[in-house]
């Protein structure tokens, strides 16, 4: 039997999650488990596990421990890099998402979505787009052979050649964060590729955020190598993330983190709630506890960065589910709209039932994510140099 290859945090993660540690106590939700924290060496192994009930430790005593091993830079971000988020942009893209009749994987649209979105993603990368190809066979159901079904309905092929849009920003080190967003659509039943499903919150409105994010970040030089992917086939059972996350994982990617952008821009009547999703059980265990104090500290920078409630929660159904299943440290972003938004998965999941302010918050809160979890070094734009300070050790 295979045993399941874990991805320990490198040398680097490993400081990273302890400064997280540091931010994330003050931010933890009630039911953590008692003994959530390990140190990790600088070889990524377990030092020792710090129980708090055992060692009765106080907040301030254990902060210092933890201070006392991590040796991280400290960085002060300025708000005004996260103000760059335009609202007017994120709009811009759902609107122009929206408009093609559907993102059906299996819709005759679909390649000239990918197209669109190559052009897009490279325009605000600054860097090159690897459009990854692979192929998806459906199995055969019942509505391949109901005649009425199939009239409104696009010939089903034995197979479709499927697209994932990858841009990477290179950083300093090979560790690596990867910002995802599936750019498919579709209608409540899943085998109809022909009728209308413009899909603005699902998910045109992860779309725009990751492109106005990777926009922002292309007037810095980062420390972690960012990955911004685009994938095709997630309402088909996440095709796209399975393809890429099995690339990577043969590729041996260092990846300390993955966040996923499903569903970011729809506020039930005004609400601010917003969802962060953490890794609880599913495949692997072990990396449940990296996944709940980086969880724990984006919620501290929500408070800091934008208006919005954050609720903490487990993981659903969506594009990091494959990335888990390899061990690896996931995160997701979620409005919530699978269970408020009755919009979803009809033909009425239009631009105008979405929250431009909130949109505007959820993209802040993850460009404030990746600044405050990465080593900012330098700008190439000298309008920003003076709004951030690096300070090395």
Same mark, same amino acid.
């Given at each position: ?18 400064? *997280? ?6 931010? *933890? ?6 003994? !959530? ?9 377990? !030092? ?8 009765? !430790? ?11 091993? =991590? ?39 679909? /390649?000239?979505?990918?197209?669109? *979105? ?11 787009? &690897? ?19 199939? =009239?409104?309905? @696009?010939? @089903?092929?034995?197979? &479709?050649?499927?697209?994932? #849009? ?16 599936? &750019? ?11 009728? @209308? ?12 955020? *990751? ?6 970040? =292309? ?29 990577? /994982? ?7 983190? !993955? ?19 953490? /890794? ?8 449940? @506890? &990296? ?73 802040? #809160? ?6 405050? #979890? ?5 700008? =190439? ?13």
């Amino acid at each position: 039997m295979n045993k399941k290859k874990l991805h320990y945090p490198s040398t680097h993660t490993a400081i990273i999650f302890l400064s *997280l540690i540091i931010f994330a106590l003050t931010n *933890l939700p009630d039911n953590l488990p008692d003994n !959530l924290f390990i140190l990790m060496n600088r070889n990524g192994h377990e !030092l020792d596990s710090i129980n708090l009930v055992e060692h009765n !430790l106080s907040t301030a005593s254990f902060i210092q421990k933890i201070t006392a091993k =991590s040796d991280a830079d400290s960085i002060i971000i300025s708000n005004r890099i996260v103000d760059e988020v335009h609202p007017a942009n994120l709009e811009k893209t759902v609107r122009e998402l929206s408009s093609f009749h559907t993102r059906h994987t299996e819709s005759e649209f679909i /390649d000239d979505v990918a197209y669109w *979105l190559t052009e897009k993603l490279q325009s605000v990368c600054g860097t090159d787009v &690897y459009v990854q190809n692979f192929t998806y066979t459906p199995e055969k159901t019942n509505d391949d052979n109901d005649s009425d079904v199939n =009239s409104n309905h @696009r010939q @089903r092929p034995f197979s &479709y050649n499927l697209k994932n #849009l990858v841009c990477e920003k290179p950083g300093s080190t090979n560790n690596t964060i990867i910002i995802s967003a599936h &750019y498919d659509s579709r209608m409540e039943n899943i085998n109809n590729n022909t009728a @209308r499903a413009p899909g603005a919150d699902d998910n045109a409105s992860g779309v725009s955020a *990751l492109l106005e994010v990777a926009r922002i970040l =292309s007037n810095f030089s980062v420390y972690h190598s960012i990955i911004f992917v685009l994938f095709s086939g997630e309402e088909q059972g996440k095709l796209g993330s399975t393809h890429y996350a099995d690339y990577i /994982d043969k590729k041996d990617v260092d990846l300390d983190l !993955l966040i996923n952008l499903d569903m970011v821009g729809f506020s039930s009547q005004g609400s601010n709630d917003f969802l962060i999703e953490y /890794d609880n059980g599913n495949v692997v265990q072990d990396n449940d @506890r &990296y996944s709940l104090v980086v969880a724990s500290f984006i919620k501290g920078v929500a408070s800091k960065y934008t208006n919005l409630n954050t609720i903490l929660g487990v993981l659903g159904n969506s594009d990091y589910l494959p990335f888990e299943a390899l061990g690896y440290t996931v995160i997701g972003f979620h409005d919530d709209g699978v269970t408020k938004n009755l919009n979803h998965h009809t033909m009425t999941d239009t631009p105008d039932i979405l929250n431009y302010e909130y949109l505007t918050s959820t993209t802040k #809160l993850v460009l404030a994510t990746i600044l405050n #979890l990465d080593k900012l070094i330098t700008s =190439s734009n000298p309008d920003y140099a003076p709004l951030f300070l690096v300070k090395i050790q």
